[in-house]
């Protein structure tokens, strides 16, 4: 059974960055992952997801140009950094990882089976 711990997430300001990581128990390597967001009062959405070689990263149009995905395959983790942080970021934030190794990157959280169990990130003004 793979399980998925996010990093302690904080209280930041606005403008603040902060990094987010997820390291997983099982060997993940061969899968795409993402990183999803559900604020209070709203639905899980989609924040970045990268391919299992890293090679390609797909953003939300509300977090781009702000937020980067990464890897480190060797160390089974997933990271997320996140510059100038806005109160609008403010959410709980849940890595995932996809349903099937070698598969293509996608943004819908139906495709993930593996999910961590969410840290919580609050911006400040």
């Known amino acids: 059974q793979v399980q998925l711990v996010e990093s302690e997430g904080g209280l930041v300001q606005v403008g603040d960055s902060l990094r987010l990581s997820c390291t997983s128990s099982?060997?993940?390597?061969?899968?795409?992952m993402g990183w999803f967001r559900q604020a209070p009062g709203k639905e899980r959405e989609f924040v970045a997801t990268?391919?299992?070689?890293?090679?390609?990263?797909f953003y939300a149009d509300s977090v781009q140009g702000r937020f980067t995905i990464s890897r480190d395959n060797a160390k089974n983790t997933l990271f997320l950094q996140m510059n100038s942080l806005k109160p609008e970021d403010t959410a709980i934030y849940f890595c995932?990882?996809?349903?099937?190794?070698?598969?293509?990157?996608?943004?819908?959280?139906?495709?993930?089976?593996?999910w961590g169990q969410g840290t919580q990130v609050t911006v400040s003004s």
């Open positions: 995932a990882a996809h349903k099937f190794p070698y598969g293509a990157v996608r943004k819908s959280h139906q495709d993930f089976a593996y």
């Open positions: 990268i391919s299992w070689r890293g090679t390609s990263a």
């Open positions: 099982g060997r993940l390597s061969t899968y795409s």
